[in-house]
């Protein structure tokens, strides 16, 4: 087996050649622990990864960092968030030495939702903040690679010992210009990532075509890719992804299902199950990223009825 | 060229109150291409100020002048006059002009009648697009004359982010074309597009804002 | 006119800018001042709607006047091609302006015609004095500049 980077659970997992599973953990808008504490409990032991992410849409949450570190408190190893919307690198370095002296190895690379985002739903947020991007997710990699590897800090002074992490990149392999995700790809993988975390996938078609090509490149040797799934909750919901979110597409057929169904709930389980199925299918795939928006109760049911359950021993 | 756009005239009223004579200064270069600071624009903006004055109840002399350029010690010279006989002035150039006025005629206050906002280019009549945040490491070379740091919302460097729409359109502005979406374009016309597979690493920012107030000296240009 | 009347000695006082090619052809284009039915109306023929400047509109306000009515042809039967929607959009973003210093939208309008009558145009300063008579006077008016 080759050396591992970090040595976390989704990094065995993955080098064992199982099928990954990592789902996510939203931290709460306030400082309680206790909704962290209550979906850790419920998700224990189901998935190998969890992420925490970092002010999803630019919304003000408990940190990822401190978030990551109440899972793993818990008995859960988090998949920690770091975006460039709001640190600087000499932040960003420093928030990865205290995650890092805090236990917490895998970090998912983002360049962050804008601001503007934190303003776009019911909340006021804070669209007249000031951003950051001093570096972006691809540049972001690099940093924690250099840390990893050579330990060495961006700025080229060293860091006394090397930071070990497992180092993630979000993907989204169908927005356009389609042609160049795959190069996208190929960039954060160059950049330095281990393994990737796609957009929400419910064009299974699509996506295989993208997957296909990086095979092609032989970046799914290199890197470990997950699908993404989002459950679906309602036709609605996926009306406005289809419509609002960022490169993801959703079949019609798919919509009809859910607008048809006498349960919605429990149709959104089925396709939940059948896309992961069919994920499992796509040659050079990894594993699935699997979401479920404030709805982290599903969950269980749709990894036991997709046999991702129980997770193996690695 | 610089472009800015009015205060709105409340907050301007704001200002101007408690002064009994103030002369409001335009600028015949970036701010009279973008219609905010020219002369046309100080030929609207006084009277909406002397009635917008008058509708608070306050009586304030509003004198006009628009000169060559604000942002020039010798254009800003001829002002001297016209200051001597207010009490405060009001300038509608960009941040440069209104700097310049208040150092040259430092015993007056010089108020800010517009917000300037950023380095752009008349995409068409009536639409300004920013094209540059003069960030001090220029990268035009690399980006097929396209640029990501003022254009991409995320200033990104190594490509479009996920969120290009299907259009094209920007994720954060659907009014704004994803820069990344261009860039992309551009080097495929060219049959370049492995340029754009290559990492670009962390930008060096000391050369802008970032670095510092940025000084520039050119010892064979001094006196 | 009801309105209006009741300001007793106050009558509005209406420019009205009006590009010729909205009257009825052959006609004299009105111009001075008309005062009848309770308010003054004041003519000032334009070759074009589109010929009405900004600054030149803000002006007529800060004169006093209490109203002030731009008048071009129909959509797409300009003889500049665009010049009334060009007007169209200038008085609109005037009008905002005028909302934001509280001087009262309503103080300039752009209404369209084709074929008018002097009697047409008189009718549209009439109906800018309604629209006005609830500001009351033009605050400006009186104003040593
Ligand atoms: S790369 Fe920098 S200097 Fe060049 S156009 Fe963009 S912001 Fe301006
Ligand atoms: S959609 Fe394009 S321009 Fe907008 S933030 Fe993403 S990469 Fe930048």
Known sequence: ?314 | MIIAEWKPIPELVSMLKGHKSVLLVGCATCVAECAAGGEREVETLAPLLRMALKTEGVSVEIKRKTIERQCEWEFVEALAGEIEEVDAVLSIACGIGVQALSERFAHLPVYPGVNTTSLAIREQPGLWTARCAACGDCVLGETFGLCPVARCAKSLMNGPCGGTRHNGMCEVDENVECVWNLIYERAKARGELQKLYEVRRAKNWSNSAHGGPKRMLREDLRP | MSAVEKQGEYQPEIVVLYCRNCLTPGIDPPSGVLAAGGIVAKYVPMPCSSKVEPSHLMKILERGADGVEVVGCPDGQCGFLDGNRRADKRVTRLRSLLAEIKLGEERLCMNRGTRLTSEALFALAQKRARAVAGLGPNPMKGVNR
């Open chain 1, 1 to 314: 087996m080759k050396k591992m980077n970090a040595g976390t659970r989704l990094e065995r997992v993955v080098a064992a050649g199982h099928f990954a599973l990592t789902v996510e953990i939203g931290p709460p808008r306030g400082a309680n622990p206790e909704s962290v504490l209550k979906k850790a409990a419920l998700l224990k032991g189901l998935a190998d990864g969890y992420n925490v992410t970092d002010n999803q849409t630019a919304v003000v949450r408990m940190s990822s960092i401190a978030s990551a570190k109440i899972l793993l408190d818990a008995g859960l190893e988090p998949v920690m968030q770091m975006t460039c919307r709001d640190r600087n690198r000499i932040a960003i370095q420093s928030d990865l030495l205290g995650a890092s002296a805090f236990g917490i190895k895998n970090c998912l690379c983002l360049s962050g939702d804008h601001q503007k985002a934190s303003a776009a739903g019911k909340l006021k947020g804070h669209p007249g903040a000031k951003n950051v991007f001093d570096i972006d997710s691809v540049q972001l990699l690099a940093v924690l690679k250099g840390l990893r590897d050579e330990a060495v800090q961006e700025g080229g002074d060293s860091v006394d010992q090397a930071v070990p992490f497992f180092i993630g990149a979000a993907w989204t392999p169908l927005s356009p210009p389609l042609e160049f995700r795959v190069h996208r790809l190929a960039k954060k993988a160059a950049a330095g990532a281990d393994f990737i975390q796609t957009q929400a996938v419910y064009d299974i078609a699509a996506f295989a075509r993208q997957v296909a090509k990086a095979r092609e490149m032989g970046l799914t040797d290199r890197v470990a890719v997950l699908g993404g799934v989002i459950v679906p909750r309602s036709a609605k919901m996926l009306q406005y992804m289809n419509q609002s979110v960022p490169g993801v597409t959703v079949p019609d057929q798919i919509v009809k299902r859910m607008a048809d169904a006498p349960s919605p709930k429990q149709e959104g389980i089925r396709i939940a199950v059948e896309l992961i199925q069919a994920m499992r299918e796509i040659k050079g795939l990894k594993g699935v990223h699997l979401q479920a928006i404030e709805a982290e109760e599903i969950l269980p049911e749709i990894i036991k009825a997709a046999g991702l359950s129980p997770r193996p021993s690695v």
